[in-house]
């Protein structure tokens, strides 16, 4: 089973970037469709971005395509989100999370792993 442990969260103004970086431990970690969600605070948690086992595919929400870039590193275990241009609405607690398809992958209930989350925080 994977474990996945995010970092990379904090506190900046409007306009700046942030990488949030997520690490996983295990050996099927290339065979794992990975995503990222966001939980802000009395929100439900929402899709952000997925990427597909080898890398070839990814997908964004609406409201951060263009602005947002996953990416991962199959030998390093780890996937990562560039987020620029932030906005004081991108404000939330953002989960890595594992899958075993991309089928679904807007879906919370696909994940079956989840990190404990990273908190970013956008002022205004």
């Known amino acids: 089973q994977v474990q996945l442990v995010e970092s990379g969260g904090g506190l900046v103004q409007a306009g700046d970037s942030l990488r949030l970086s997520c690490a996983a431990s295990?050996?099927?970690?290339?065979?794992?469709?990975l995503g990222w969600f966001r939980q802000a605070p009395g929100k439900e948690r929402n899709f952000v971005a997925a990427?597909?086992?080898?890398?070839?595919?990814?997908f964004y929400a609406a409201s951060v395509k263009g602005r947002f870039t996953i990416s991962r590193d199959n030998a390093k275990n780890t996937v990562s989100l560039q987020m620029n241009s932030l906005k004081p609405e991108d404000t939330a607690v953002y989960y890595c999370?594992?899958?075993?398809?991309?089928?679904?992958?807007?879906?919370?209930?696909?994940?079956?792993?989840w990190g404990q989350g990273t908190q970013v925080t956008v002022s205004s």
């Open positions: 295990g050996r099927t970690f290339s065979s794992y469709t």
């Open positions: 990427i597909s086992q080898a890398g070839g595919s990814t």
């Open positions: 999370a594992a899958s075993d398809t991309i089928l679904g992958y807007m879906t919370i209930t696909r994940y079956h792993t």
